[in-house]
């Protein structure tokens, strides 16, 4: 691998940028690998980074049925943040943050993290105590974050109505500084890049059909391009990770929703970091490239489609209409949806299953793009060391028959 | 945009009238005080979340406010069939395949909007005998 830097774009340029070398190779599948990577999203790809870099695995698998990132990965609204309640989840979540904060370096890729600040709006009393709960929570776990009142949001976003007049006044924020954006393909892309260097292989077009499974432990599966073996696989694959998970002849606390978000025409300059609110539900961000990319709650039912229903794009455009009045005319370009696994206690599912060798790593729902370092991390060494790691412990399947779930309902909430 | 027929109202309605409410059928353990974390945590949890026909109930919640189910394409966002509480499907994973359609069913390909039917059969729904 070339590494990338501003000399070699210099130099580039002098050949009209035609003699870039390939990011990645397009390799033919080897009948067996020590690890198997179900799913080519985000999460798929960096715990394979990880299982090359730091636990020296790299005859290693990526399977994607699609292309890579065609999932959540590259259809998601890209806030990062780490301000959740509970202990486990800040331990995870900021255990991420600290990895994007140095990512673009050790992948030697720009996935343009802008640390823009997240603003989670409080509308009435009852939220503004959660939060104080929540800010509090965080900063005892060493999570950036402070309570603002309705002026200090309005210093920060001039543009936001928090006028006593709006149907549902801003009282307040939690802000955290170190929240913002990311670019997510070039996650995706950075990822996969750098573990192809390392060895290994991203098997695009390749779905998963079944698991040979024998005794209970499973060792390979069956793919629309033969079958493949390994001893250890672990299933990355989001919303389809319920059709998987029912090859494997089990069943997970899981409910597959659409979830969709749209981005206008471009505009210059307006707003330079994140408001979500959970209230009137909707939030929004504006792109380097100057459109708004905005997000909405999920459709109820459970859903496959890539796509939502009209009248969740309607009441989230209400939302963002009545907190940002001055985006009435904004014209939107474009809107699509993605496949979310979505959890009854709004935290994810990083564990063994009753399958030996396989592990999933999913339920990430509306809120995993902001987990996408730290996840393949700790996988990586759960898949690794047979294992969990202890940031993954309190996320194994279990909880939902032990009782002892990480209700993050309250952090997670449209705000994703 | 979902248009639902409410087996109770026996009129078809816009999808914003109604509220989705997860699988139906599901099963509370006949003893929960004895039952195990396996079948209250299954009970509580656990779903099919099946790509493809799923049973679920759908609550008209600004129209009669009763709950009922619905057989519907998970992929597809085909609706096959409202029915009351208590009733069961008639169309199911294993005879969708041979599905006489229903007037008022619109083929799968035919776009994104989609309607609900009833079930023909009376006979198919039975109560439940638990
Ligand atoms: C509209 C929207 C907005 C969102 N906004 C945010 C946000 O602002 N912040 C945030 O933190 N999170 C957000 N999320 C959630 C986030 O996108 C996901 O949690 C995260 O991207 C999941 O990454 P992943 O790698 O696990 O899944 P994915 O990127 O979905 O990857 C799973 C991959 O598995 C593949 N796959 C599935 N089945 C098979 C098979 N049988 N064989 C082979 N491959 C298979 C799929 O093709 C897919 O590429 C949002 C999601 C959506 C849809
Ligand atoms: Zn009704």
Redesign the interface.
């Known amino acids: 691998m070339k590494r990338y830097s501003g000399f070699g774009l210099v130099k580039h340029a002098m050949s009209h940028h035609e003699n870039w070398e390939r990011q990645w190779r397009n390799p033919t599948p080897k009948k067996q690998y020590d690890v198997i990577i179900v799913g080519g999203g985000g999460h798929g790809l960096a715990t394979a980074y990880y299982l090359a870099k730091e636990h020296g695995i790299t005859n290693v698998a990526v399977i994607e049925k699609g292309w890579l990132g065609g999932g959540n990965t590259a259809r998601n609204t890209t806030i990062v943040r780490s301000n959740y309640l509970w202990d486990e989840a800040a331990a995870m979540f900021e255990h991420s943050m600290k990895l994007w904060e140095g990512l673009s370096q050790d992948l030697n890729y720009n996935v343009m993290f802008s640390q823009r600040g997240v603003l989670n709006l409080g509308h009435t009393l009852q939220d503004m105590r959660d939060i104080q709960r929540r800010v509090n929570a965080n900063r005892l776990n060493g999570v950036d974050g402070e309570v603002l009142d309705a002026k200090g949001v309005q210093d920060i976003v001039p543009i936001l109505d928090c006028s006593k007049n709006a149907r549902y006044p801003v009282m307040g924020a939690s802000w955290q500084p170190r929240g913002g954006v990311a670019r997510h393909d070039a996650v995706a892309w950075g990822f996969a890049r750098a573990a192809d260097a390392m060895g290994v292989d991203l098997l695009q077009n390749t779905e998963v059909t079944g698991f040979k499974i024998r005794d209970g432990r499973v060792y390979g599966v069956h793919t629309n391009r033969g079958d493949i073996e390994a001893k250890t696989v672990g299933c990355v694959a989001a919303g389809n990770s319920g059709v998987l998970a029912k090859m494997a002849g089990f069943k997970l606390p899981l409910e597959s929703h659409p979830l969709q978000a749209l981005v206008s025409e471009p505009l210059k300059p307006v707003l330079d970091t994140v408001v979500m609110s959970n209230h009137v539900h909707g939030y929004v961000s504006q792109s380097d490239k100057g459109d708004l990319v905005i997000g909405a709650g999920i459709d109820g039912y459970v859903g496959y489609g890539q796509r939502g229903s009209y009248t969740t794009v309607e009441h989230t455009l209400q939302a963002i209409v009545e907190m940002f009045p001055i985006f009435s005319r904004v014209r939107m370009n474009r809107q699509w949806g993605g496949v979310v696994d979505t959890c009854p206690d709004a935290s994810p599912i990083i564990s063994a299953t009753p399958v030996k060798g396989m592990f999933f790593n999913c339920g990430w729902g509306t809120g995993g793009f902001k987990a996408t370092p730290g996840s393949g991390h700790i996988f990586a060494a759960t898949l690794a060391k047979n294992e969990a790691h202890p940031i993954a412990a309190p996320f194994s399947i279990d909880r939902f028959n032990t009782g002892a779930l990480v209700d993050e309902h309250g952090a997670a909430g449209v705000a994703h | 945009?979902?248009h639902i027929y409410c087996p109770y109202c026996d009129e078809y309605r816009e999808?914003?009238e109604f509220?989705?409410?997860?699988?139906a059928h599901l099963r509370r353990p006949a003893d929960p005080a004895n039952s195990t974390?396996?079948e209250?945590?299954?009970y509580?949890?656990?779903?099919?979340?099946?790509?493809g026909v799923?049973h679920?109930m759908w609550l008209h919640a600004v129209g009669c406010r009763k709950f009922f189910n619905m057989t519907?394409n998970?992929?597809?966002?085909e609706i096959y069939e409202t029915y009351k509480m208590g009733e069961r499907p008639s169309v199911t994973a294993e005879n969708v395949g041979d599905l006489k359609r229903q007037s008022g069913v619109q083929a799968e390909t035919s776009g994104?909007q989609t309607v609900g039917a009833r079930p023909e059969s009376e006979s198919l729904n039975e109560e439940e005998q638990a």
């Open positions: 945009m979902f999808e914003e509220h989705p409410s997860g699988q974390d396996d209250w945590g299954g509580l949890f656990f779903r099919d979340n099946e790509r799923h679920e519907r998970s992929a597809t966002y994104w």
